[in-house]
């Protein structure tokens, strides 16, 4: 499979300026240059930064020269300390990923689209010179399957615009499913020289996701190890995702988590990368901070084999906090024997 070169080792930059107040206190803070300094000195080479459309625009549209600002600054830090750089548009207006954030309507209004167009076309103005080490995210995490035709036809309208500013800048287009890497086959945007095909893992998501407050029938102190048995990690997809099992059921009961399982989960994605000539990235894999750490270090263990079995570049989710901080304190004690495994 081809390999997206300077995009290998990552990590998430969630919070920053997504998912936030958006507080000039939180800009300028929640992450700051000597944290760019540590993620390299993690071996990593670049950063994802997930950035929210009213960062860079105003409510009716018009761009927001501070948020641009802000943007150049981590940008900045990431050049200085030898570290390239994901934009991912974690929101834009009429849709999130995240229902909460009551974003409707992006998929059928085309007033939405235009605007997401002209946003991604400023993008593209401001950062399209420097596409050794800018790349460009179009859309975190489509949810559902019947958006995927209208995604298609919006990501291939979007690509074709920013390539009049951008010819070579790498452009990142991700399926349904929260970015599944059972959604990658789905993708269907016109060839591009420099098109990447992107993915999400948290797999199994009983483990990686247990005791989340945001899952409506997740049990908050419900607690599961890593070398839990599928039969029990189904039972529980069962009672707490609605049925999601995460495809448990093609293995025999006793089954423990192993690199394979990772190997076989994302072979229908490597197959369609492969197809049309494309990297494949996974742009967000970790496990939540109610996990033990030496539960979360089991995870990652396995799922990096997996990674460099197929040479998938990926990004953790996340730096700090967000439920899943790989810099918090409670990951100390682990953290050395971690970055290896990211």
């Known amino acids: 499979m081809k390999t997206w070169k300077g995009y290998q080792k990552g990590v998430d930059l969630g919070g920053w300026f997504s998912q936030c107040d958006y507080s000039e206190d939180r800009f300028r803070n929640f992450i700051r240059e000597e944290d760019f ?3 390299r000195s993690w071996g990593a080479d670049h950063v994802r930064i997930p950035v929210d459309y009213n960062l860079l625009e105003k409510e009716d549209g018009s761009p927001r020269k501070s948020g641009f600002a802000h943007l150049d600054r981590a940008l900045t830090y990431a050049e200085k300390n030898g570290l390239n750089a994901i934009i991912d548009l974690h929101k834009t207006p009429g849709f999130s990923f995240d229902p909460d954030e009551k974003e409707l309507g992006f998929f059928e209004n085309e007033t939405y689209q235009k605007r997401f167009y002209r946003l991604w076309e400023r993008i593209a103005r401001h950062c399209g010179h420097l596409p050794h080490r800018i790349a460009f995210e179009l859309l975190n995490e489509v949810t559902e399957e019947s958006f995927m035709p209208a995604w298609n036809r919006i990501a291939g309208e979007c690509i074709r615009r920013i390539r009049v500013f951008a010819p070579e800048t790498s452009i990142l287009v991700g399926g349904c499913w929260h970015n599944s890497a059972l959604s990658v086959a789905k993708i269907d945007v016109p060839d591009d020289d420099h098109l990447v095909y992107n993915f999400h ?3 199994p998501l009983i483990f990686t996701h247990q005791g989340a407050h945001w899952m409506p029938l997740m049990d ?3 607690r599961i190890a890593a070398d839990a048995d599928f039969a029990e990690m189904e039972d529980a997809s069962r009672k707490m995702l609605g049925g999601f099992s995460a495809g448990f059921d093609r293995y025999p009961p006793e089954t ?6 990772f190997i076989d989960f994302f072979a229908d994605a490597v197959h369609a990368a492969e197809k049309r000539g494309v990297p494949l990235y996974c742009g967000e ?5 109610r996990s033990r750490p ?17 040479g998938i570049g990926r990004a953790a989710w996340s730096y700090r906090q967000m439920d899943f901080g790989l810099s918090d304190a409670r990951m100390d004690k682990v953290r050395p024997e971690l970055i290896l495994n990211l």
């Open 220 to 222: 908050p102190a419900f």
């Open 256 to 261: 423990r988590l192993t690199a394979a399982y």
């Open 285 to 289: 894999y970790g496990v939540i901070d």
């Open 294 to 310: 030496e539960d979360a270090l089991t995870w990652y263990r396995l799922i990096h084999q997996a990674f460099e079995h197929y």
């Open 37 to 39: 300094a540590v993620i």
């Open 201 to 203: 893992c948290y797999e």
